[in-house]
Nanobody, 122 residues
Framework: QVQLVESGGGLVQPGGSLRLSCAAA????????MGWYRQPPGKQRELVAL???????HYADAVKGRFTISRDNAKNTVYLQMNSLQAEDTAVYYC????????????????WGQGTQVTVSS
């Protein structure tokens, strides 16, 4: 069983900052990548940023230079530092973990957090 616990969302004014955290718990054999997705109101879920187990990162063009993803492998935790937030960043943010469990050694699976609301408004 896998559990992802997200925290750090909320209401912030344009230009402000927030930091999201996601702690993953489970019988992981390996975690290949951790990332953040978001779903704005009335739109589809989209990738925001991801980080691999080697530390390589990838960002959506809309957040490059403003958001920073990082991870603590010892804690199985991924962070998203969001700066210079804009109204367009308003969305439900979801943590994603791509991993192999000890019970399904040959299978890579995606696991999702419950989502945390980020609202950017004055």
């Amino acid at each position: 069983q896998v559990q992802l616990v997200e925290s750090g969302g909320g209401l912030v004014q344009p230009g402000g900052s927030l930091r999201l955290s996601c702690a993953a718990a489970g019988s992981f054999l390996s975690i290949n990548a951790m990332g953040w997705y978001r779903q704005p109101p009335g739109k589809q879920r989209e990738l925001v940023a991801l980080i691999t187990n080697s530390g390589s990162t990838h960002y959506a063009d809309a957040v490059k230079g403003r958001f920073t993803i990082s991870r603590d492998n010892a804690k199985n935790t991924v962070y998203l530092q969001m700066n210079s937030l804009q109204a367009e960043d308003t969305a439900v943010y979801y943590c994603n973990v791509r991993a192999v469990l000890v019970t399904t050694v040959a299978k890579i699976s995606d696991f999702w957090g419950q989502g945390t609301q980020v609202t950017v408004s004055s």
